[in-house]
């Protein structure tokens, strides 16, 4: 449900509510079937050796050391500066489990990094994925982020126990 941006070369993906492992085969398969298989995704750099790495980065996987002084933020930025289309795709909630807020992490990364950021839901119930209008992360995070709830927030994920649904106003 909704047009996918195929217009904007760089972008962050927010696929929510995150509350099962499936999520992410339900996101590979979403990507192959709107033709975006060069969407990424970050993994910590524990998870890239041996032969899990090499299938994780044929996956669209990117690793990042969370221990690092750049930080993941800065180290995600700077994977769109270094390429002309960039698309990564992260869960708002940063977890599978039940929040009362969403992560920021994917929101300064789009702000740094200039680029929108394209609300997705998973909605089990009606076995669909939502897309939603594209935005720019602006002066406001409180607002953006309460924006992102709204949208989140009626959407039944696999676990409806972890979704946002209780964060309806």
Known sequence: KGSFPYHYKKMVLAVGPHTHWIDVMVGFAARNALNITHARFLG???????????ILRKMGGTPVDRFSKQGVVDQAVALFAASETFILGLSPEGTRKRVDTLRSGFYHIAQKAFVPIVPIGVDYAHKQLIIGEPFFAGEDQDADLKKLTGFYSGIKGK???FDMRHLRE
């Not at 910590?44 to 090499?54: A, D, I, Q, R, S």
């Open 159 to 161: 676990v409806p126990a």
């Open 44 to 54: 910590k750099k524990e998870l890239f050796v041996g032969p899990l790495g090499w």
